[in-house]
């Protein structure tokens, strides 16, 4: 018999993709190696435990300056749609849409979509948040696109669809949606008189401005990253 072949074992490379982001170091930002060899689960854990709403101004421009960072990251949608998450509520688009315009093209149709859209919603651009939310596979929809569909069916008025999808939402959302549903269902008939949601999502500065109304300055000032 021959001798067995010569195998020999090397460890698997990382992966990681090229730098992303839209800050160098020369720019500003931090090393490029800042989150290298970081599991992606631990990278979007501890991205998760940033505190955006802090209402510092001199901590929030570093976690611009964080999240912005042109890095070396693995190569995982999630870890992308978290930091556009994060610098949308920090007030940073024109960075997250930098991050965005980099990303391969299947992960923006599919896991960074969600975060398109609220980047569309926070920026004013409704229709082109609303086209994303209409080409959206029903059977894939959860709870957030839900409600993103029933403010773009009210936004063009579409209110009989509207008030349909709206009234099957809430036969399945958690009660903590029932302000915003409120809001949703005022879209539909005027927004007068409902209850203020607490929190101050894209969805819901986006459902004001479907309305033509201007939000309330409490609400306002709890959406201002400082």
Known sequence: ???PPDVR???VPDLVQEPVGAMTEAEGGFPATLWQGTPAATLVTQLDRLPVRAKSPTLNAMLRRLLATTAKLPPDAEVTAT???LLSALGAETAAEAILARAPRPERETVLAWAEVELGFRAGERDRACGIVRRRDPAEATLAWRKAEVLCLAASGARQDAQFALGLLRDQAPAADRPLLDLLESLVGGLKGK???LEPSPLVLA???AAGENPPAELLAAADPG
Do not use: E, H, S, T
């Open 1 to 3: 018999l021959p001798p």
């Open 207 to 209: 459902a004001y401005d």
């Open 83 to 85: 930091r556009l998450r």
């Open 9 to 11: 074992v090397a460890p």
């Open 195 to 197: 209850v203020l949601p």
